[in-house]
């Protein structure tokens, strides 16, 4: 890819697979969005929706890990936008690489301010007398992300090892959650519950109500191209990143379906538990009791810190890429590595800064900091899109050992369109009346984001970064080898 190889090739296959599936996280995703479509078309939305758009996100996957197959480097998405785009592709670069930053910064801190909120409702439930505070809220967040860029900053294997330990946190605490909710209740709502429409978003036509809905899917499906950004450090990985890609969403799709459809059929009175300030919460307190509610609460909050950890990891691999090609401000800091531990430390601490910054505005008001992280997966997918759009206009592709053959094309198509229709919703009003506390503010952050993007790139920016920097022909780069 014209590097000196400077990380090291730690990460197995698994370890490749076991971020992408972190991130995703289906315990973390459903929890926190799960209200939304309760609300947002119910069970029906709920369930059909999480088949229907997992379909589509495999779609997506597809065509990004053939990319990945191709291109297996840190620099990931805004790496191969560069190298697919047949012209302008200094700029092409550009947009990818900073909507891709923005998306997972804004992801870092999002998890980890609902890892902060789902702690602070277990403490309200061990000690009712507790009493959360926006500013206790982001006191939190800022000391779990000092915790996870400590644990980055350590050592590689480290991660690898947290990462591992994650998949099967998740995949058993959702074997608990799901246990408990079928076994220990003794009423469950009947099969045709699944099918139960529910309208509460305040708009008056079911199928926009229903079309947001599928929005809790989207939530939950993003970060996969973590597997892309950990290439450098995967072995054999034109093969094993795309894989750990597909094999992401692939488990968190059947995972979460089950897991989708516990809750459903747990749901005692539906109205109290949608209008509930936790309503995943609810349903746990009202079907299991406070106690088993609490204990399973613990899986949930864990599940949050793992994803957060994975988010940072990621994040502080883009901006390593990115500052290697000059694209970032104190380039030179942000792409150094530890002689010690083989990681790019000083990125580590940028990748948890950046979220602080966004997590600040929750100190004063709840819809401050809505507004800022709601680009997190508007930016990721946009990001996400442009390299397979690029990818969808060549004819002479080179594609990797992993590729989709006479189907590449096709698939492409399907996934960018449905890049395009999910962010269109992410971007519509998502509630009635629409007021400062309800509006949708994803079109103005991201809005803001692209219109500082585009002053910075004609101002400066476009003179001095082409796309990615090849350091020289494959033997002189070898000799740069610091492993």
Known sequence: ?????????????????????????????????????????????????????????????????????????????????????????GAWSWYTGWLNFVGQVGGTAATNFAAATFIQAFVSMQWPSYEPTPQQTVGITAAILLVQALANTYTVRLVAVVNRISVWWLLIGMVVIVGALALIPDHHQPPSFALHFVN?????????????????TSWTFTGFDGSFHMSEETVKATVNAPRGIMRAISYSAITGLILMLALVYAIR??????????????????????????????????????????????????IFAFSRDGAMPGSRWWHSVSARTRTPVKAVWLAAACPLVLVLPGWWSHTAFTAVVSVNVVGLFLAYAVPIFLRLRLDDFQAGPWNLGRYGKPVAAVAVAWILISNVLFMLPQASPITPASFNYA??????????????????????????????????VAAMDLI
């Open 200 to 216: 509460n978003t305040g708009f008056t036509h079911a199928l926009y109500g229903g079309m947001l809905g599928l929005l809790v």
């Open 443 to 476: 079109p103005i952050a991201l809005a803001v984001v692209l219109v500082i993007a585009t002053v910075w790139w004609f101002a400066t920016a476009r003179r001095r970064f082409q796309g990615p920097v090849s350091y020289g022909r494959p033997d002189e």
């Open 269 to 318: 009175d539906y109205g109290h538990a949608a209008s509930a300030e936790a309503p995943p919460v609810q349903i746990l307190v009202d079907a299991l009791g406070q106690s088993t509610a609490q204990f399973l609460l613990l899986i949930v909050i864990g599940a949050m810190l793992f994803c957060g950890l994975a988010n940072m990891t990621s994040n502080t691999r883009q």
């Open 1 to 89: 890819m014209g590097y000196p190889r400077k990380l090291t090739r730690r990460f197995r296959a698994f370890d490749n697979f076991a971020i992408s599936f972190t991130i995703i996280n289906i315990i973390s995703g459903i929890f926190s969005s799960f209200g939304f479509g309760m609300n947002a078309g119910g069970p029906r939305i709920l369930i059909l929706g999480w088949v229907g758009v997992s379909v589509m996100v495999l779609f997506v996957g597809a065509a990004m890990g053939e990319i990945a197959s191709a291109y297996p480097t840190s620099g990931a998405l805004y790496f191969s936008a560069g190298k697919l785009a047949k012209r302008h592709q």
